[in-house]
């Protein structure tokens, strides 16, 4: 998920709300965010600027420096080529590297804390031996407006590559976008598009869209070519290449989308 506002920069990727990394995940910017959220064994290029929190789980790999206006949470085994900077709480694992130093002007404490799904799920054994179901009472955490990047993804300037969906709204991206399902509403994207079903609604798309479906709605506009099995156009739409639909091309006033 691509939300709205996103600008995807020389060097970073600015997000207006909060910014959630997958585990085992490779992001070829840096991330400003108001709160940064990193899985285990992610891997970040650049710098990390979280405006209220930084949280980086075990074995993550951070090219540049770290930077949270407030809280951070730095786990086992990850390591931070540039320097870590915290104006809030500081809590870190062991087996840390950072090369550049670290400041934090809040309290710092050092040890292996327990992975909050563990703890989670200790909770819930206790309570389900005490017999009290109807207390056990989790509410997740709420954020806000995420940019959701999930596990095993890859984000660069050449290329956002996952085994998901991708939803992109209001944003301009960059990059070559190869997914399962592919919803662009709203944006500018300097790349080409693949997936299975491609729904893309008053956008502008610097490149192909490959699809077995394709769906162009709301005067969108292709600087390239269309390349599906079956090709759904609006009227005031424009494709600047070819459009090879191997079952058919329709072109109406209205097209129906599928529902998710």
């Known amino acids: 998920m691509i939300p709205r506002n996103t600008k995807f920069e020389e060097r970073n990727v600015v997000v207006e709300g909060d910014a959630l990394v997958g585990a085992n995940s490779k992001v070829g910017y840096g991330i400003i965010a108001r709160k940064v ?3 285990d064994r992610a891997e970040i290029l650049g710098d990390i600027l979280g405006k209220e929190e930084v949280r980086l789980g075990s074995w993550c790999n951070v090219k540049g ?4 206006k407030g809280d951070a949470y730095v786990g086992e085994f ?3 080529d540039g320097r870590l900077t915290v104006y809030g709480d500081l809590e870190i694992g062991r087996n840390v590297k950072i090369k550049e130093g670290f400041e934090a002007r809040g309290l710092i404490t ?14 819930i054994l206790a309570m389900l031996k005490l017999g009290k179901v109807e207390e056990i009472e989790i509410e997740p955490e709420e954020f806000f407006m995420p940019l959701e990047i999930p596990e095993n993804s890859e984000l660069s300037l050449d290329y956002i590559r996952t085994r ?6 209001g944003s301009r991206v960059l990059g070559n976008l190869r997914c ?7 944006s500018e994207l300097y790349g080409s598009v693949r997936g299975r079903n491609v729904i893309v609604g008053k956008s502008r798309v610097h490149g192909v869209v490959e699809g077995k479906d394709v769906y162009l709605l709301n005067e969108s506009v292709v600087l390239g070519k269309i390349v599906a099995e079956n090709v759904y156009m609006e009227e005031g739409c424009v494709v600047e290449g070819s459009i090879v639909g191997r079952r058919g091309v329709w072109i109406k006033p209205s097209v129906e989308i599928p529902k998710d």
């Open 180 to 186: 399962r399902d592919a919803k662009v509403f709203e």
């Open 37 to 39: 959220v990193v899985g």
């Open 78 to 80: 990850t390591s931070i």
């Open 110 to 123: 050092i040890q292996d804390p327990m992975p909050i799904v563990m703890f989670i799920l200790l909770y």
């Open 164 to 169: 998901r969906n991708v939803r992109i709204e």
């Open 65 to 68: 420096d770290v930077i949270s």
